[in-house]
Structure formats: C-alpha cells, structure tokens
C-alpha cells in the first residue's frame, strides 16, 4: 500500500508537525510535546502519550502513521552480540539494519536505500540493484526501533553508521534530513560527531558535504589503487576516478579538519598484497586519514575470497610503516549475512 509521505510521522521535522497540529485547531506546544514524547520518550504509538488529552490522541491515531517500519524477522548471531533486522515498508519493500554490541558501544548500521544503483561487484546490496530511496522518516525509524529495543534494557543507542543498503550520498538530501532531525537537542539530541556515513566516492556530494562542514564522520570506500582494477569492482570509479576521488577527500580535510576513514575490504589475491599496502600509503600520503581494512565477507553473486589474517596483518603493517593508521575491523555476525556488504533482502 502507498502511505502519504507526509503522514508518516517521522518524516516530519518540528516546524512541520506544529504546522500540522494547529491545522487540528490545537496550540503549537502540542507539537512539542509529541516531539519529546517521540524522541525523548520513544512513544511508538498514540496511546502511550498519555500526558495528551484523548481527543488529541486520537487526532494522531487518525492522522498520522507510526507503524512505518514491521519487523518481519529477527536474527541473532551465534556471536551474541549481533541483531539483524528485515523490516517491512509500507509498500511492501524491505530494508535491513544491524545492532552490534561492543563492550559499552552499541553501534547501529542502517540502510538508506532498498537496493543500490552503484552495483559494486562484490556487494550483496550492489548485487540486487537499486529499487528505490528510503524516505528520511524510513531512516530516522531504524533508529527509533533499536533506541526503543535498547530503553527497555536500560541502555542507548552510542553510534550510528550509514553503512547498511544503499548510497548514502545517493539519497544525499533525505540522509541528512534524517540525521538533523536525530540531532535536535530538543529531541533524539544524537550528536552529529556519533553518526558515520560510508560513501563509494559521489565526488559531488563529497564537495557539497565538505561545504557543509558538517561534524559526521566521512568514510570513503576505496578498495583498489589503480582505476582499472577500481572500475572492475566499483562502477562508480568509471564515472568518478581514483584522482577527482582523492582530490576531493584532501579538500574535504582541508575544510574541515576532519580526517577521513578509508574503507578497504581485503580480498585474497587482489588488493591484499604488501605491493597493494604500498600503492595506498602512496596515494594517501599527508592525507590526514586512517584505513579501515575489512576481510572480505562472502556474497553468493561474488567469487572472490577473504585475506587470511596472516595476510591482513602485514597489509596493516606496511601502512603503519609509512605512517598512515590502519585498524583490521572485526567481522560480525556473517553466520546470519549482517556484515559489511552481505545486507540484502532475504527471501522468505
Ligand atoms: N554504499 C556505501 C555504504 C554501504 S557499504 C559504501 O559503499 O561505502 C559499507 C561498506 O561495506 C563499504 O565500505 C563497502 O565497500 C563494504 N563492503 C561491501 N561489500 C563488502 C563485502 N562483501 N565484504 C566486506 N565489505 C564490503
Ligand atoms: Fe552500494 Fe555500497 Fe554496496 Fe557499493 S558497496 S553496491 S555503494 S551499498
């Protein structure tokens, strides 16, 4: 079924939900209180506002979707730590997101979009193409549904990636929509500095995000140092190459300050080599950045094969030798495809 975008309650920010609640011929700080009672509070639904009259509750039940996300499963890792959410959209689209506990960290990775256009050979989202964009209330309610799954264990949300489906950079204006609005300190109140968002290098948007001088973190999927190489696992190089893709990170640093994490996916025989960690440090030299070196997780539509870890610890240490910080990230939650690049739609 197709929902009115703008009756999903999360994807309106507070000037819209006041407009729309003195269009009920109730007074603005209505509005306001819906807000903390969505974000400070994590009411899921009309009948938990119990500090607004009936009337007006049921104005909300009338109006306004809250169910925009069903969860239709729910994966446990045999990690323990690690839970995998497929979630239902209105209009029967799924999307995925990941709660990975750490020790006191609670890092949620959540998708932007059903599917991707970038088509990334060795990704399962890339594999399945691009169906459409998530609205910023369809982002913003990820979120909410852990936040919520987490207070009744007394614990919060500490950090979210946009490293779930899709391009984040590719939904730029609805991404970041949702991100303000998961940062009003009247609200949500999550700092800009916890969010991370992954791009595959939209050099465009990576200008505009630099201009914003945003405080979230940048992380640039990069994964080869040659074009040809890049091109043949990233479409998106052919459009955007290695050069104008780095040029435009050292701007982003030069504007900001801010350094920028690298993403690599180490994979056996292609990109693991030490001649390969030497290109890189290279490339990256007096780049005020870091490398995030992940083994490679498997995907049905992708014959390539993880490093082994004798492998991706001399990759790191080649890196550090020339000065540039690499951390070799843990995999998590593979037994149920919640890693990095395995989130599609699974078929029930
Ligand atoms: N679209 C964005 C963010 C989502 S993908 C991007 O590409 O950056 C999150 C990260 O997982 C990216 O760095 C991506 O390159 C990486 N990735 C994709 N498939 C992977 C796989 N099979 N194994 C390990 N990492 C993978
Ligand atoms: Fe899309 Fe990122 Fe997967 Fe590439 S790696 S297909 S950009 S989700």
């Known amino acids: 079924m197709e929902i009115k975008p703008s009756t999903v309650v999360y994807n309106l920010d507070l000037p819209a939900l006041t407009e729309l609640v003195k269009s009920w011929g109730e007074p603005?700080?209505?509005?306001?209180?819906?807000?903390?009672?969505?974000?400070?509070?994590?009411?899921?639904?009309?009948?938990?506002?119990?500090?607004?009259?009936?009337?007006?509750?049921?104005?909300?039940?009338?109006n306004l979707r809250f169910d925009v996300l069903e969860p239709t499963l729910k994966l446990d890792s045999t990690d323990g730590q690690t839970r995998k959410t497929l979630f239902r959209l209105p209009d029967g689209r799924q999307v995925e997101a990941v709660l990975m506990r750490y020790d006191r960290r609670k890092t949620l990775c959540i998708s932007t979009q059903v599917g991707c256009a970038m088509g990334c050979t060795f990704c399962a989202t890339g594999q399945m193409g691009f169906t459409r964009h998530l609205s910023s209330g369809e982002i913003?309610?990820?979120?909410?549904?852990?936040?919520?799954?987490?207070?009744?264990e007394g614990e919060v949300v500490t950090n979210v990636v946009l490293m779930g489906m899709g391009e984040p950079f590719h939904n730029y204006n609805n991404t970041m929509q949702a991100i303000d609005r998961l940062n009003d300190p009247e609200g949500y109140n999550f700092g800009a500095?916890?969010?991370?968002?992954?791009?595959?290098?939209?050099?465009?948007?990576?200008?505009?995000?630099?201009?914003?001088?945003?405080?979230?973190?940048?992380?640039?999927?990069?994964?080869?140092?040659?074009?040809?190489?890049?091109?043949?696992?990233?479409?998106?190089?052919?459009?955007?190459?290695?050069?104008?893709?780095?040029?435009?990170c050292r701007e982003y640093?030069?504007?900001?300050?801010?350094?920028?994490?690298?993403?690599?996916?180490?994979?056996?025989?292609?990109?693991?080599?030490?001649?390969?960690?030497?290109?890189?440090?290279?490339?990256?030299?007096?780049?005020?950045?870091?490398?995030?070196?992940?083994?490679?997780?498997?995907?049905?539509?992708?014959?390539?094969?993880?490093?082994?870890?004798?492998r991706a610890l001399a990759f790191k240490e080649v890196l550090e030798k020339n000065g540039i910080p690499c951390t070799i990230r843990m995999r998590r939650g593979i037994d149920i495809q919640a890693g990095c690049g395995q989130l599609a739609v699974i078929s029930l």
């Open 28 to 62: 603005a700080y209505r509005a306001k209180q819906i807000w903390q009672g969505l974000y400070k509070n994590i009411w899921i639904n009309p009948s938990e506002f119990s500090n607004l009259p009936k009337s007006l509750r049921e104005k909300m039940e009338a």
């Open 193 to 248: 500095r916890r969010f991370t968002i992954s791009t595959s290098g939209l050099v465009p948007a990576i200008r505009q995000f630099a201009q914003e001088k945003r405080q979230i973190n940048l992380a640039v999927s990069l994964h080869a140092t040659e074009d040809e190489k890049r091109s043949s696992m990233m479409p998106v190089n052919k459009r955007y190459d290695i050069e104008e893709l780095i040029a435009a």
């Open 253 to 310: 640093v030069q504007l900001t300050g801010r350094r920028i994490t690298f993403e690599w996916a180490l994979i056996h025989e292609i990109n693991d080599t030490p001649e390969e960690a030497r290109k890189l440090s290279g490339l990256l030299k007096g780049l005020l950045c870091h490398v995030n070196a992940i083994p490679l997780n498997p995907t049905t539509g992708y014959s390539g094969q993880a490093t082994t870890r004798e």
């Open 140 to 152: 913003v309610a990820q979120v909410m549904y852990y936040a919520r799954l987490l207070q009744a």
